[in-house]
């Protein structure tokens, strides 16, 4: 494996590690807190993130993933052999379906769907309690573990390559 590789791989370990932080964070306590706060604040501040998000450090991070994803899993299925090869492949197929392609089919409908209502609306505070929080976080929640998972799988892929070629030399 080359050098470039093995830095990109320990760099996706972390990157992975990092989104599905956020993710976690919203699926853990600021979901529940939005949840629960006064009359429409929550259905407010979720919109006002929904716009802030787009910035680059988040954005670039979340986005750079997908592509590092295919790279990744490119690398997995071509490059490599035997449960490392297989890990790497799993570690960016997961990423790219478990979190951005949940997150394009599901969390970013549900997200500009709350951003074309009325904040003080009771269709809009219904939509809120009734569909969105449960919907948005349990969605979340998927992201989140498909995140960790990803880590996970490659942090074990790039162990099961190292212990490999450590017992073959």
């Known amino acids: 494996m080359s050098t470039a590789f093995l830095l990109l791989i320990q760099f996706a370990i972390l990157a992975y590690a990092f989104v599905g932080g956020v993710f976690l964070a ?12 006064s009359d429409h604040a929550g259905v407010e501040a979720m919109q006002v993130i929904n716009r802030e998000v787009f ?12 592509v590092v994803s295919l790279v990744v899993a490119g690398y997995g299925a071509i490059a490599l052999s035997g449960p490392s090869g297989t890990l790497i492949l799993l570690a960016g197929l997961v990423y790219l379906v478990g979190c951005f392609g949940v ?9 500009e769907a709350l951003a074309g209502m009325e904040v003080s609306s009771d269709i809009t505070r219904d939509y809120w309690l009734q569909v ?37 030399a």
């Open 26 to 37: 919203f699926s853990d306590f600021i979901r529940r807190a939005l949840a629960i706060a």
């Open 132 to 168: 969105y929080v449960p919907r948005w976080t349990f969605w979340n929640s998927v992201r989140t573990i498909a995140c960790a998972v990803s880590a996970a799988l490659l942090l074990f892929g790039l162990l099961w390559m190292t212990q490999s070629q450590a017992q073959a």
């Open 55 to 66: 910035h680059w450090v988040f954005m670039t991070l979340f986005l750079g993933m997908a």
């Open 103 to 111: 997150t394009v089919f599901f969390n970013v409908p549900m997200n």
